[in-house]
């Protein structure tokens, strides 16, 4: 079976990767695509949040304050991984989806990466896919 997983990083822009989830679960929908296009997040937090934001010895009034900030930041680099995994005797329409989706109004303005099934990096690629909820 050919197998592509797209990956799309978004930055910080949630909106943008909301727009890209609801177009893809409307082709889903509209194409009776099932399964063959799969969607998943990879939300990365700001170096601030994996660090607690905050020393141990700051008073009440500074954890409010920091804890109001980092409500305000962005929440961390967001990417998308969107694998296709279409049949033996579907290979045109693997090839006109790889066309297509880069071409696609929320995806254009995230860098994309594509990922084909004989690429060296794909294993690891597959494999972080299957981990990502």
Same mark, same amino acid.
């Given at each position: 079976?050919?197998?592509? $997983?797209? $990956?799309?990083?978004?930055?910080?822009?949630?909106?943008?990767?909301?727009?890209?989830?609801?177009?893809? *679960?409307?082709?889903?929908?509209?194409? &009776?695509?099932?399964?063959?296009?799969?969607?998943?997040? *990879? @939300?990365?937090?700001?170096?601030?949040?994996?660090?607690?934001?905050?020393?141990?010895?700051?008073?009440?009034?500074? @954890?409010?304050?920091?804890?109001?900030?980092?409500?305000?930041?962005?929440?961390?680099?967001? &990417?998308?991984? #969107?694998?296709?995994?279409?049949? *033996?005797?579907?290979? $045109?329409?693997?090839? &006109?989806?790889?066309?297509? $989706? /880069?071409?696609?109004?929320?995806?254009?303005?995230?860098?994309? *990466?594509?990922? @084909?099934?004989?690429?060296?990096?794909? /294993?690891?690629?597959?494999? #972080?896919?299957?981990? #990502?909820?």
């Amino acid at each position: 079976m050919p197998q592509s $997983i797209l $990956i799309f990083d978004f930055g910080t822009n949630e909106d943008a990767a909301q727009q890209a989830r609801h177009k893809v *679960e409307g082709w889903k929908q509209g194409f &009776r695509l099932g399964n063959k296009m799969l969607l998943k997040f *990879e @939300r990365e937090d700001s170096a601030e949040k994996d660090n607690g934001g905050e020393s141990k010895d700051t008073d009440a009034k500074t @954890r409010k304050k920091t804890a109001k900030k980092e409500n305000d930041e962005p929440a961390g680099r967001l &990417r998308l991984f #969107l694998r296709l995994d279409f049949s *033996e005797h579907e290979k $045109i329409s693997h090839q &006109r989806w790889l066309d297509r $989706i /880069p071409d696609e109004e929320p995806f254009k303005s995230a860098a994309g *990466e594509t990922v @084909r099934q004989g690429d060296a990096e794909f /294993p690891k690629t597959s494999e #972080l896919f299957e981990s #990502l909820d």
